[in-house]
């Protein structure tokens, strides 16, 4: 079991209030280091405080960098004022670019990583994974020896992971929870709730439920629904309106899969507003 007392690498970790994306779900920053410091994913803007805050309760120990896992607003806009605050570089894969919101810019990333590269940290290597789909250029961190994973929002520690369309990519999503799986992490840092203890367990959950709701929406496409409201009706009754986009983003990210795997085709030239219909033919679909 996790412990974060005594945790297997120096890492700790601040929980980062969110005020407008992921509202009332805080963000984990990760601050990895005992000599020299990288700081993963700092938050919404008040994460820079909080960060400066707990490396000052620290001894101010230097910072080497911040990495970002991905641009989203919950984790990446105190990168700006803390590069400038502490006059360090910033880490982001470029294939964010589509993503990055007012907060930050490519004037505020110093370091465009890449797939190839390790982080060093106190002499401890730490590889970098591509895993794409939540959002493109998404990147987790991997520490071999203790198999610690920070997996940003490949995976999250309460509940499920949202794909966003069209940045949001779920044959992307789902190709990268297969390859962290095949890597047996140990542990699962997640960008947002507790520690992931069962890694394994948990990308199984998450496989299988991708493939029901693929399954489930497929058959509503053969029974005649049509448009994305008439998918969420079916697949959530209850749902709560706040999350109505979340739920209509992951139907169109389905969508949009089973739309590459030649099972379903838009009425429309615009797969963002479109209804759907089956392909004729599909030996599946028929
Ligand atoms: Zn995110």
Known sequence: MWDWNSPPIAIRRIEIPNQHFMRGQPTNCYVLGRDEL???????????????????????????????????????????VLRQTLGVPVMLHPDNDPIMREHISWNDIDCEINPDQLLHVDGEAFSLV????????????????????????????????????????????????ELARR??????????????????????????????REVEILDLVRSGNRTIDE?????????????????????????????????????SGD?????????AGHPITD
């Open 231 to 267: 998918f969420r009706a079916a697949l959530y009754p209850d749902l709560d309106p706040q999350l109505s986009y979340a739920a209509d983003s992951t139907i169109r990210a389905h969508l949009i899969k089973l739309f590459e795997d030649g099972r379903v085709t838009p009425d």
């Open 271 to 279: 797969m963002m507003t479109s209804d759907w219909d089956l392909v």
């Open 38 to 80: 990288v700081v993963v994913d700092p938050g919404d803007t008040p994460g820079a405080d909080l960060v400066l805050e707990h490396l000052a309760n620290c001894g101010n120990r230097p910072v080497k960098a911040i990495f970002l896992t991905h641009a989203h607003p919950d984790h990446a806009p105190a990168a700006s």
């Open 130 to 177: 591509m895993t794409p789909g939540h959002a493109p250029g998404h990147v987790a961190l991997y520490h071999e020896p203790t198999r610690i994973m920070l997996a940003g929002d490949l995976v999250s520690g309460n509940g499920t992971i949202g794909v966003f369309p069209p940045h949001g990519s779920m044959s992307a999503y789902i190709q990268s929870l």
């Open 183 to 212: 890597m047996q992490p140990a542990f699962l840092l997640p960008g947002h709730g507790p520690v992931i203890d069962e890694p394994e367990e948990l990308f199984d959950h998450y496989l299988k439920r991708r493939q029901d």
